[in-house]
């Protein structure tokens, strides 16, 4: 399998955006962004599809639109967009628009399908080197804003009265979001992306309470399941998405059994 | 004496209402002042204009400390813990750490987090998710966060309430030691007349218009009792069969 460069740039790419993903998804989660980051999603399809109309790189229309809304959303301010009601109002908005992009340009059914779906056959040398590169920027960020990000995540009330500037955090974190849903769109695709952000994410809590613990759980969850999916994607030809989502979805039922078998061990300790 | 820090003139309103009309007081280093007064009398908001979180209209506070700005570490009166979040009260303490670039915790950092839990008797709740800390452990937990910081000034927006009155006592000891023991100087906000009695060296008591400092017997005999359980705004309390007989009970209390 090793021997077709595709298939190496398929788990280099792959394994970078797992770690991303996995990493920023505990603080989607905490933050209770995880529609957000599906709305991030489709504005970065209709992004794509912009692309692909004026005849630019998709990666730029992805992050140009990514970009923009999570700058419009700061300024809205987070909890306004977090509503039910903004978020189904833009995320079909964008919906809409990146499908009238589509029909304006010649480009559809191949194009549509891997910026939904995901595709790893189509990545190349330099989308590797792209990824490479704002990948390490998101996790480097990650890393240096970590005690504020993870004080306002999981303490706001206590972020806030302890004089950290809430506000830029906020903004900051949007926009880590914004170009790590623009690079894994490329790979799992924009209906998905959300998957790989929050279920990896959301299954670490059952197994650990500290917050690097979930951190690395999370990550390592999403690497699994990226090269699960490639390697029963190669063999069978089914999409990788499907497997990727398979694979966290049965992550995180684990997780939950062994939170209450946890649970049930401790209370009957305790008697 | 040494102030810790001065009150001068503060005024606050929201939408045109004044919640603090011109009020200053003092606050000497080392000492318990309790802060009473009816809901929405503007003691959670003076704290945060302590804070710096709200910057008023008019007036200051102005902090004496010789050398440097003084640390202040703050317990607000809510906070949302989402349940649903399990981290350790250990990792909830070492969010107070004052902020650095790198991720991971120091030694120095570490033990200082330990000891925080230690003065707070919080440590054997390190590993447990803060979720799940009842809500005594909680408050503990709290002020253990606010200790990290090492601040000069502790400020407590009821901290106490919700507490049993076993938990109530092993609170306000606590802080009573922080006090003493570290020489912290102590804000408490408290609607326990019980406690402020017990606790504290000085009181100063807010309603809406009427403001009064002085040593908690002081305080507690005077007019503020009167004021405490009538007239936000002022009205000439009514001597009510009821008010009297509330009254007549926490004085019975309290002498
Ligand atoms: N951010 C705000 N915007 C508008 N009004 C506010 C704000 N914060 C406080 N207030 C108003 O100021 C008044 C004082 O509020 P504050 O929270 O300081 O009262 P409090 O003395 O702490 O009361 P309690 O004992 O109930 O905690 C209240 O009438 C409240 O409605
Ligand atoms: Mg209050």
Redesign the interface.
């Known amino acids: 399998m090793f021997q077709y460069d595709f298939m190496q740039y398929a788990f280099i790419a792959g394994t970078l955006v797992a770690i991303m993903c996995g990493a920023i998804g505990v603080f989607v989660v905490a933050r209770s962004l995880s529609f957000v980051a599906h709305t991030f999603s489709h504005i970065g399809f209709a992004g794509a599809a912009f692309a692909v109309y004026v005849g630019i790189e998709p990666l730029g229309g992805l992050l140009l639109f990514t970009i923009a809304s999570a700058l419009g959303i700061g300024q809205m301010g987070v909890k306004m967009f977090r509503r039910d009601a903004s978020i189904s109002v833009i995320l079909s908005l964008f919906l809409g628009l990146g499908i009238l992009f589509l029909s304006l340009s010649n480009k559809q059914a191949n194009f549509t399908a891997s910026i939904l779906f995901g595709s790893v056959v189509g990545i190349n040398i330099q989308d590797v080197w792209q990824i490479v590169g704002l990948t390490i920027v998101v996790i480097l960020v990650l890393a240096v804003g970590y005690r504020w990000l993870k004080f306002d995540s999981f303490d706001q009330v206590g972020a806030e009265s302890a004089g950290l500037p809430i506000r830029w955090i906020s903004v900051g974190f949007l926009l880590l979001m914004s170009i790590s849903v623009s690079v894994a769109v490329q790979i799992v695709g924009a209906l998905l992306v959300f998957a790989l952000m929050t279920v990896p994410a959301a299954a670490a809590r059952c197994f650990t309470q500290s917050i690097f613990g979930m951190i690395l759980v999370s990550s390592i969850l999403a690497v699994l399941g990226v090269w699960f999916g490639l390697v029963m994607s190669y063999y069978t030809n089914a999409p990788v998405s499907f497997f990727i989502t398979s694979f966290e979805a049965l992550a995180y039922f684990i997780g939950i059994v062994y939170q209450r078998l946890v649970n049930r061990y401790r209370v009957a300790q305790l008697n | 004496m040494l102030r810790q820090f001065q009150v001068d003139d503060l005024q606050v309103s929201f939408n045109g209402e004044k919640v603090l009309n011109h009020l200053s007081f003092e606050v000497f280093p080392g000492e318990m002042l309790a802060i009473i007064g009816p809901n929405g009398a503007g003691k959670s908001t003076l704290l945060?204009v302590i804070?710096?979180?709200i910057h008023p209209q008019g007036g200051a506070v102005r902090m004496e400390s010789d050398k440097r700005k003084a640390v202040i570490g703050?317990v607000?009166q809510?906070?949302?813990?989402?349940e649903?979040?399990?981290?350790?009260a250990k990792?909830?303490v070492s969010?107070?750490?004052p902020?650095?670039?790198v991720?991971?915790l120091s030694q120095k950092e570490r033990v200082t987090v330990k000891k925080a839990m230690m003065m707070t008797e919080s440590l054997h709740l390190a590993?447990k998710?803060i979720g799940r800390l009842s809500g005594g452990e909680r408050q503990r937990v709290?002020v253990a966060?606010a200790m990290v910081?090492h601040p000069d000034v502790l400020l407590l927006d009821e901290s106490t309430a919700n507490l049993d009155p076993n938990a109530q006592e092993q609170m306000m000891q606590l802080v009573q030691r922080l006090c003493k023991n570290q020489g912290i100087t102590v804000l408490f906000i408290c609607h326990d007349l019980h406690m402020v009695k017990e606790y504290s060296d000085r009181v100063l008591f807010m309603s809406r218009r009427h403001y009064e400092t002085g040593s908690t017997d002081e305080v507690l005999s005077g007019k503020a009792l009167e004021w405490l359980y009538h007239s936000t705004d002022d009205e000439k309390p009514k001597k009510t069969g009821l008010f009297r007989e509330q009254r007549d009970r926490v004085t019975d209390h309290l002498f």
């Open positions: 945060k804070l710096g979180m703050y607000p809510s906070r949302t813990i989402d649903e979040t399990p981290i350790q990792d909830f969010l107070g750490l902020a650095k670039i991720p991971w590993k998710p709290f966060q910081r």
